[in-house]
């Protein structure tokens, strides 16, 4: 246990129980979506008052692990707690709000045990990754090539999927609900430089051409990191759109990262 941090027993009650939902949650007892049980049945549950169970309720709402709905009762938010904050791929059509429209294809899913910055990140007992290269197609203009590391023994499932599969779901849903790991908190830096070789060969490129290389670091639940992606855009007058944006427009595009 870090230096510092008190141990379980000398936590406060509504920190234990918070921590006892969050694990109870990551162990897969409730999935995103699911309704927990009622105050009353958690107070008893847990054997605390009322206020300190809707305390620690409070908690896990600033957390981004539940939501809780007046009349209704309190929900796993999983995948789609955060989510107008962490879409990726998203061009805007010329001197427009509009969003254009985006194309997956996996070009390939296999297992690897290369260390990289990925293997830094993810930090897994395990040395085996799962790497998915994929190719993306903004509006049939241009192609973004895009590699996505995830630790293996979690995540093994996603190689015996098929390729339609996994073209036509966004891998932030898939591992929210296939795997109750929500991506719920990103970090990400961008940086222009030579895109590499075997990139500007994938993307028809000139070999040396300068792109942006965009680095996506995906948390779960407790910061704990889950996904590694790497995005490769060549250049292109198109706008990107960073950060947060309007769900107004969020169904009318096929936009997923």
Known sequence: ???????????????????QILTDVENGRWLPGDQLPSEDQLAS?????????QRALRSLVQMGVVERHHGRG?????????????????????????????????ISVEETSE???????????DPNFLHISRIVSVNDEFEVYSEIYLPAGRFADIARMSE????????????????????????????????????????????GQY???????????RDAPITWQRIFVPPSDRVIEIGSFSPKNANSNKNSA
């Open 164 to 207: 339609k599969t996994l073209n036509g779901v966004s891998f932030r849903d898939l591992l929210a609900e296939r795997f109750n790991a929500p991506t719920l908190n990103t970090r990400q830096t961008m940086s222009c430089q030579p895109l590499p070789p075997r990139v500007a060969r994938r993307l028809a490129v000139p070999a």
């Open 211 to 221: 792109g942006l290389v965009w680095t996506i670091c995906g948390m779960s639940y």
């Open 45 to 53: 549950e847990m054997n605390a008052s009322l206020g300190t169970v």
């Open 74 to 106: 309190t929900f796993v938010s999983g995948a789609r707690a955060l989510e107008e904050q962490l879409q990726h791929f998203r061009f805007h059509a010329e001197g427009s709000d509009k969003l254009l429209p985006v194309y997956f294809k996996i």
């Open 1 to 19: 246990m870090p230096s510092g941090m008190p141990s379980r027993s000398n936590m406060a009650l509504h920190r234990r129980i918070s921590e």
């Open 115 to 125: 260390t990289g910055p990925w293997s830094h990140f993810l930090d897994e007992d």
